[in-house]
């Protein structure tokens, strides 16, 4: 699975995304903020601090993370399945 290489917040809880494979785009987490952990978004500043983690995690703190495979799958709209089935070519 491809890795982030860089991340940045934009407005409406949305981030940017580039990934290793050099895949990138805009992904909205409107549907995640003000619940549970994410209510701490609700603060702009904080949701401005996201950040890659050390082990590629999307991070706003040590207990604030999302998973970067899942934001791949919403960045590419590809399922795991998809990423998972080898590429087969016609006449290979």
């Known amino acids: 699975m491809p890795r982030p290489t860089s991340v940045k917040a934009l407005p409406n809880f949305r981030i940017w995304l580039r990934y290793s ?37 999307i991070e706003w703190s040590p207990d604030i993370d999302i998973c970067p495979d899942s934001m791949y799958l919403r960045l590419t709209g590809r399922s795991l399945e998809a990423l998972a089935s080898p590429s087969v070519h016609a006449g290979a």
Not at 24 to 45: H, T, Y
């Open 21 to 57: 494979d050099g895949v990138e785009g805009e992904v909205d987490l409107s549907d995640l903020a003000g619940r549970g952990v994410f209510a701490a978004w609700n603060d702009p500043v904080f949701f401005q601090s996201v950040r890659l983690g050390t082990h590629g995690a």
